[in-house]
T-cell receptor, first 113, second 116 residues
Framework: AQSVSQHNHHVILSEAASLELGCNYS??????LFWYVQYPGQHLQLLLK??????LVKGIKGFEAEFIKSKFSFNLRKPSVQWSDTAEYFC???????????FGAGTRLAVHP | GAVVSQHPSRVICKSGTSVKIECRSL??????MFWYRQFPKQSLMLMAT?????????EQGVEKDKFLINHASLTLSTLTVTSAHPEDSSFYIC????????????FGPGTRLTVL
């Protein structure tokens, strides 16, 4: 079955620290990849997406993610986090030929000032 | 742009009653809308895919007679939880996929259902 794994369930960082959140998926074919963020009390918002082309994609608020096909991974990164990045982050995959998203369990990030 | 609303944001009902949740795309048309359920501290679980003018496609294990979905127009989908029970208490989230776009989904703010 298709699945998405986010290895870090809970991450705590200090401001200015670097962030990397892992995401791996199990599907051998073409995929579209997404990272969504859910700030406290708000709805899910798209951070960035990968459909094709350059495997390093840049999103909003200084986030980026790299698609490594050989590792079935799409890790999210930010060089220097801010307190306002405190949120829950979800990786999602849309397998080729399917019109639905499969979400990972989410990673709760807490950034301390 | 690309705003999705849900109504109500919060509902409390008695066991055995039915509850209707609306999902609207406010500034775009969506042939496809999705309904998710999110349990506390867990991820979103897709319940069904709603296509305008046709029957919804339900995920395995989701009872279609319990969770009725209607997608009557390009901007509105409704989810009705029939004969709700306490175990149906959850956070229900919809998303909408624009007619013209790259397949991205835009999410609503969710509806918190509590069944007493």
């Amino acid at each position: 079955a298709q699945s998405v794994s986010q290895h870090n369930h809970h991450v705590i960082l200090s401001e200015a620290a670097s962030l990397e959140l892992g995401c791996n998926y199990s599907y051998g074919g073409t995929v579209n990849l997404f990272w969504y963020v859910q700030y406290p009390g708000q709805h899910l918002q798209l951070l960035l997406k990968y459909f094709s082309g350059d495997p390093l994609v840049k999103g909003i608020k200084g986030f980026e993610a790299e698609f490594i096909k050989s590792k079935f991974s799409f890790n999210l990164r930010k060089p220097s986090v801010q307190w306002s990045d405190t949120a829950e982050y979800f990786c999602a995959v849309r397998p080729g030929g399917y019109n639905k998203l499969i979400f990972g369990a989410g990673t709760r990030l807490a950034v301390h000032p | 742009g690309a705003v999705v609303s849900q109504h109500p944001s919060r509902v409390i009902c008695k066991s055995g009653t039915s509850v209707k949740i609306e999902c609207r795309s406010l500034d775009f048309q969506a042939t496809t809308m999705f309904w998710y359920r999110q349990f506390p501290k867990q991820s979103l679980m897709l319940m069904a895919t709603s296509n305008e003018g046709s029957k919804a496609t339900y995920e395995q294990g989701v009872e279609k007679d319990k969770f009725l979905i209607n997608h009557a127009s390009l901007t509105l989908s409704t989810l009705t939880v029939t004969s709700a029970h306490p175990e149906d208490s959850s956070f229900y989230i919809c998303s909408a996929q624009p007619l013209a776009g790259g397949g991205e989904q835009f999410f609503g703010p969710g509806t918190r259902l509590t069944v007493l």
